[in-house]
């Protein structure tokens, strides 16, 4: 036989992550034997994330992946015990216990549970849409991530459109508000380095000196959940010293006057006992961002995930707005261009062909959904899947005792055995990226990729739409548009968007661009034209649709307020963070070697006056507690996380860490906007154990 080079497939990763990098697979006699980063991708430039380089060896073959389906054999409190079936089996008994219940309870004693193992649009959104939409199963209202920010976002300036990275070489000043690109969104920094090489100035505001803030030429450490105070302030200060475009608010703003009224009472003074920082820090740093324009906030979603997140981001969003930013080259907004693709929601959902869609569960409260809160009828079987909510959602104590429940009919369709799936009574396995096909929006950049499929499915794995399609089938449920093959569905996907330019689009189409359709430069520039997509076409300071929906119709600041009965006196309180880790993302490779490695064992950082009043030293076994849980983690004391905080990266398994891990101390309080989750308004006691 003929020696045969490696064919090169395109695809995209699929985590969560801003970048969605386009990779390339090279696959000899059908096995991936190269994986890297796509050298023509203009975000991804030929590299990828240290979590993701691995990719083949950590995630596709590694030797743990889940082959079969599986069928439980052990009781839920017992050591999880499972046994192979075949998928006819399987099928058969979801389809007979869900009809079971739905004849007993109604559809909407189901509830499907996903979010954010992949972000592509077919194997993600359309295939946990469709068929439980047909089912009229309960609608799960996904805000564990980034709600607040978004809804305030559009309150204020409508779509979620964001200045493109390449543009930040335009800004003179960009401050990083509560994110850690480094981390999180690393093909940002080499736009972000380019600018400062070209004397952009940067600022990092985060309460932990994180490895972004410590490339910055400023950082400020406020409290944990003080930004709106901070922001506000700033506002204050912009027209007090009369630095705002009245010209520019004049034309683009709603309620400007009012506003500049409002946040009279939110003086610097005030916000620097809120916020814990100098009255001369907040005077400087309004003074910097409002006169070295173009000015660009770029911020990203742990500064929200607070009890008023939505209203602070309400504040930090109208600041671009006081100063005239938007529209301007490489100024205003870098949150999120999640709002760039429209895409038709009848086509996406099918409603006028489903039942009256279900009442929605809010995946934050999961627990307690499972242990009662949900009544009428009560949630007898959960389907989870491209999610571990065992280890990723607050309070996983609450979440776990649901899952404990031998009346809940649990499926996991899982490529491992998580957390999650250990609490199954059924499993199904799932195929990696490199063996489906999809289509990927970015939430940082507007290319829209294909994901080919590279290699065939490992063992009897199926993707989201094939699985989603074969329990349609076993349900009897006959609609053309839950069958459609997954090609199929996409084109049509793409045909019906109201995106400028993409209804011509066809996965064929984007195949012979080479995998990834950019659009214009003149397109991804969001506002040039001065028009905002809210009722008012204005960027709206006072927004009457927040009043009519309940809300302080201009940005206003609440402290945090975590309602944990306390564990301690309340002045010994630690604001615990649990923000991402370097080497995972939230729980995908917590199973890696590279998490072995670089993170074997959970740590919580404290500021060294912190510890000491604790008598902690830098390496002791400490306890977290609170009135949710406790854990024990190995201390490191460090300047920098600031005096009050403290920090505890998320993504561990609870498996291989006794049990449990840092959720077992969030809160599963909703916030101030959109249901959103609240995991870094958490007040925890730290002791040495
Ligand atoms: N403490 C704390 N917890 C947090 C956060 C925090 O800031 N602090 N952040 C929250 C945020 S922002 C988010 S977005 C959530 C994310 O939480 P989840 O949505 O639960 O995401 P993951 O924990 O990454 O779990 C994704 C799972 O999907 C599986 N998977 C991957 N690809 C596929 C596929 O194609 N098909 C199927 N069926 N499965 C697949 C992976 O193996 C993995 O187990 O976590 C939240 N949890
Ligand atoms: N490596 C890695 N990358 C990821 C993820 C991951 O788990 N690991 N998760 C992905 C997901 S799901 C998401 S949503 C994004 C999130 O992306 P980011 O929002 O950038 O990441 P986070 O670490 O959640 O939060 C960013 C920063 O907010 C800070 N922060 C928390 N509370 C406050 C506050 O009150 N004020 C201020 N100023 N700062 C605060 C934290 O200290 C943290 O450094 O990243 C994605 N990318
Ligand atoms: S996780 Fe983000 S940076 Fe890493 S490869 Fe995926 S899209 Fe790129
Ligand atoms: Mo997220």
Redesign the pocket.
């Known amino acids: 036989m003929i020696d045969q080079l490696p064919q090169k497939i395109v695809g995209s990763c699929?985590l969560?992550c801003p970048d969605t990098c386009g990779v390339i697979t090279e696959v000899q006699d059908g096995r991936a034997v190269n994986f890297y980063g796509d050298p023509d991708h203009p975000v991804t430039q030929g590299w990828l994330c240290t979590k993701v380089r691995p990719f083949l060896d950590e995630f596709v073959y590694h030797p743990d992946r889940i082959a079969t389906p599986m069928r439980r054999t052990s009781k839920k409190s017992d050591a999880p015990a499972f046994a192979p079936i075949s998928w006819d089996e399987a099928l058969d008994e979801i389809a007979d216990r869900w009809n079971g219940i739905i004849d007993r309870y109604g559809a909407e004693a189901i509830l499907p549970y996903s979010?954010?193992?992949?972000l592509?649009t077919l194997?993600n959104y359309i295939a946990g849409a469709r068929l439980f939409n047909r089912m009229g199963a309960s609608q799960l209202e996904r805000s564990?991530?980034?709600a607040a920010a978004a809804a305030a976002t559009e309150y204020t300036i409508g779509r979620k459109l964001s200045v493109p990275y390449a543009d930040v070489i335009h800004s003179k000043l960009i401050i990083l508000w509560g994110t850690n690109p480094i981390s999180t969104g690393p093909h940002f920094m080499p736009f972000l380095n380019k600018a400062k090489k070209n004397g952009t100035q940067v600022v990092v505001i985060d309460p932990r000196r994180t490895r972004t803030a410590k490339q910055a030429h400023w950082h400020i450490a406020p409290k944990a959940g003080t930004d709106g105070a901070l922001a506000l302030a700033m506002a204050n200060v912009i027209f007090a010293e009369n630095l705002h475009d009245k010209a520019w608010l004049q034309q683009h703003s709603l309620g400007w006057e009012q506003f500049e009224e409002h946040v009279a009472k939110y003086t610097p003074e005030w916000a620097a006992e809120e916020c814990g920082l100098e009255a001369e820090t907040i005077v400087k740093l309004a003074r910097l961002y409002a006169t070295n324009t173009p000015s660009l906030i770029k911020s990203a979603?742990?500064v929200q995930?607070h009890t008023n997140g939505g209203q602070t981001f309400r504040a930090i969003v109208s600041l671009p707005a006081i100063t005239g930013q938007y529209g301007k080259l490489g100024a205003g907004l870098a949150y999120s261009t999640g709002g760039f693709y429209k895409w038709d929601s009848e086509q996406f959902n099918r409603w006028s062909e489903c039942p009256k869609p279900g009442r929605w569960v809010n995946m934050n409260r999961l627990g307690a959904a499972l242990t009662g809160e949900i009544q009428d009828p009560p949630i007898m079987s959960l389907y989870v899947?491209?999610?571990?909510?065992a280890?990723?959602?607050?309070n996983a104590a609450l979440v776990r005792q649901g899952l404990l429940r031998e009346d809940l009919f649990t499926v996991v369709?899982?490529?491992?055995m998580?957390d999650?799936a250990d609490m199954a009574d059924i499993i199904l396995p799932?195929?990696?990226?490199l063996e489906?096909i999809d289509v990927h929006r970015a939430y940082g950049h507007t290319v829209l990729s294909i994901n080919e499929q590279a290699i065939p499915p490992f063992g009897e794995c199926r993707?989201?739409w094939d699985t989603s399609r074969a329990l349609a089938k076993a349900m009897g449920y006959t609609e053309q548009w839950l069958h459609d093959d997954a090609e199929t569905v996409i084109d049509e996907l793409l045909a019906n968007s109201k995106t400028a330019g993409v209804s011509e689009l066809s996965v064929a189409k984007i195949r012979e661009m080479g995998g990834s359709y950019e659009p214009s430069v003149d397109q991804q520039r969001p506002w040039s034209d001065g028009i905002f997509e809210t009722p008012s076409g204005k960027v709206e300071l006072f927004s009457q649709a927040m009043a009519d929906d309940g809300h302080a119709p201009l940005p206003t600041y609440t402290a945090p307020h975590d309602v944990t009965p306390p564990a301690g006196e309340l002045s010994d309180a630690l604001s615990l963070i649990?923000?991402?880790s370097h080497y995972a993302?939230?729980?995908?490779f917590g199973n890696s070697n590279g998490m072995k490695k670089h993170n074997p064992e959970p740590f919580v950082e404290i500021n060294p006056a912190d510890a000491a009043a604790r008598g902690i030293a830098n390496g002791d076994r400490v306890e977290i507690m609170n009135g949710r849980g406790s854990v024990q983690v190995k201390a490191v004391v460090t300047d920098g996380v600031r005096t009050g905080v403290a920090i505890a990266p998320?993504g561990h398994w609870a498996k291989f860490h006794g049990g449990k891990n840092?959720?077992w101390l969030?809160p599963d309080a909703l916030g101030d906007l959109a249901g959103q989750?609240t995991?870094?308004t958490n007040l925890v006691w730290i002791s040495k154990v």
């Open positions: 699929p969560d979010f954010s193992g992949t592509g194997q564990i991530c980034g979603d742990g995930r899947f491209t999610a571990n909510p280890a990723s959602t607050a369709h899982e490529l491992f998580t999650t799932a195929t990696s990226q489906q993707s989201n649990s923000g991402a993302v939230t729980t995908v998320k840092i959720n969030t989750s995991y870094h």
